[in-house]
């Protein structure tokens, strides 16, 4: 288990939040992980929601995918995050980030 990204404070607000409540004990490496989705998911983001739409669809829904596993609590690297959005078929095959944090 790594190093508490938050300090206790702040992880005592983020427990009181009906949406940010699963951040609450997120640790430093998560944090990264979780960064990265985010990055991933708003560069490819489709231009109608200000994206670039740059680059695959595939990077997004596995972006998109581990998006969704941090919020249910199960934190996930990147590659595990396309991993799993590849098990649902919502990509084709295994898309390998170019960098990971």
């Not at 740059?54 to 829904?61: C, D, K, Q, T, V």
Request: aromatic share 8%; net charge positive.
């Amino acid at each position: 288990m790594g190093r508490p990204a938050f300090s206790s404070q702040l992880q005592a607000r983020l427990r009181m939040g009906k949406y940010t409540r699963w951040a609450s004990d997120l640790t430093e490496d998560e944090v990264r992980e979780l960064l990265w989705l985010v990055g991933e998911f708003g560069v490819r983001a489709p231009e109608q929601y200000g994206g670039s739409g740059a680059g695959s669809a595939l990077r997004r829904e596995g972006a998109l995918c581990g998006l969704v596993q941090f919020v249910r609590g199960n934190s996930v690297t990147v590659v595990e995050a396309f991993k799993h959005a590849r098990e649902l078929g919502l990509v084709t095959r295994l898309v390998r980030p170019r960098s990971t944090p």
